[in-house]
């Protein structure tokens, strides 16, 4: 399910707003300063998350939320209290706070992403999310035995279907090697095997297959995250370099070879790595994901690209990403992707 529209009326007492919005892709938003484009991307969020504290501290009379499934999420915020409902057919229900976490899982990128609030501290974002990535791979290499392969509802192959089955798992495992984990394999036996030594060790074959599915299953995702996160940050670094080190740790090095402790990256670096791995790491396929001014100390240069960026996010996690910002540089040559929002 994908948000198709938003329409907002009484928006501080003063703007009406309609706004039709790219399904499964980007959408640009900008608009003049003070026509309260952040508060509405936040208050979708809000709404979404069933925040309903801060959505009865926003002043607006209604928010309507069209999806692509034909289905409307009405909120009215008047001096009785909020009313929430689900429109769909023509029959309305009533929502809890509880139902509209239900709704769809919604990530907000704020402006003020480089620090969090953790147990009422404030805590530096980068540090927290490169601690859980590391942990996370450091789980990752140590769960590295293979399954039992299940014994129901096992898939039956013909010798070609398992030797190209074969070739496919190896294909997969071999990527998520760059990632930085592997199974260990059972000795003696050659992998992708040879069609001899299927029909010579055929059950044998299939039971590893088997777990090797499980293994790819469990932890191909995790390895693609890694691997397009590492690309991604590396191809708009100069002269440096992002990396995995063997205790699964980010690590950077400048092109000499000089190692550079991640606290001494600029601002905009650190911007880079924030926003991609919250999209990649902690987004889940087919959420929608609002980013609140994704430009904050990005050079030119650097936010033409992102723009493609976010769309290849968007192709690859199946996301729905809304943009709100005030950058031509981040539209770049997509305009055909943006929305102004004006006054109705």
């Not at 699964?248 to 402790?261: D, E, F, H, W």
């Not at 290849?312 to 040559?333: F, G, K, W």
Request: hydrophobic share 40%; charged share 25%; net charge negative.
């Amino acid at each position: 399910m994908m948000l198709k529209e938003f329409a907002i009326y009484g928006l501080f007492n003063e703007y009406d707003y309609k706004v039709s919005l790219n399904e499964g892709a980007v959408t640009f938003i900008h608009s003049l300063n003070g026509f309260g484009k952040s508060t509405v991307m936040r208050l979708i969020s809000d709404v979404l998350k069933g925040n309903i504290k801060e959505i009865s501290s926003t002043t607006f009379d209604r928010l309507d939320l069209k999806f692509n499934n034909g289905t409307s999420l009405i909120v009215e915020n008047d001096s009785e209290g909020l009313l929430t409902q689900i429109q769909k057919n023509e029959l309305e229900e009533e929502l809890s706070a509880d139902e509209l976490k239900n709704i769809m899982d919604v990530v907000y990128i704020s402006p003020d992403r480089t620090v969090l609030t953790i147990n009422d501290e404030l805590v530096p974002a980068l540090s927290t999310y490169l601690t859980e990535l590391a942990d996370t791979m450091r789980s990752a290499a140590e769960d590295c035995e293979l399954a039992a392969p299940k014994k129901k509802n096992g898939k039956k192959y013909s010798d070609d279907e398992l030797e190209f089955h074969s070739k496919d798992l190896k294909a997969k495992l071999d990527f998520i090697k760059q990632a930085g984990f592997e199974p260990n394999m059972p000795s003696g036996y050659r992998f992708p095997p040879s069609r001899f030594e299927i029909m010579e060790y055929r059950k044998d074959y299939e039971d590893l297959v088997a777990s090797l599915d499980d293994y790819v299953d469990r932890f191909y995702f995790l390895a693609e995250s890694v691997v397009v996160f590492m690309d991604i940050i590396n191809d708009v670094y100069i002269n440096k370099e992002v990396y995995i080190n063997e205790k699964n740790i980010l690590n950077v090095r400048m092109s000499n070879g000089t190692a550079l402790p991640i606290n001494k990256l600029s601002s905009g670096e650190k911007q880079m790595i924030i926003m991609t791995y919250l999209l990649l790491f902690r987004t889940k396929p087919g959420s929608i994901v609002i980013i609140d001014e994704p430009e904050i100390s990005l050079h030119v240069a650097w936010q033409q690209k992102l723009g493609k960026t976010l769309t290849d996010i968007a192709r690859l996690r199946d996301l729905q990403i809304l943009v709100a910002t005030h950058s031509p540089q981040i539209i770049h040559n997509d305009w055909d992707m943006a929305v102004e929002l004006k006054i109705e």
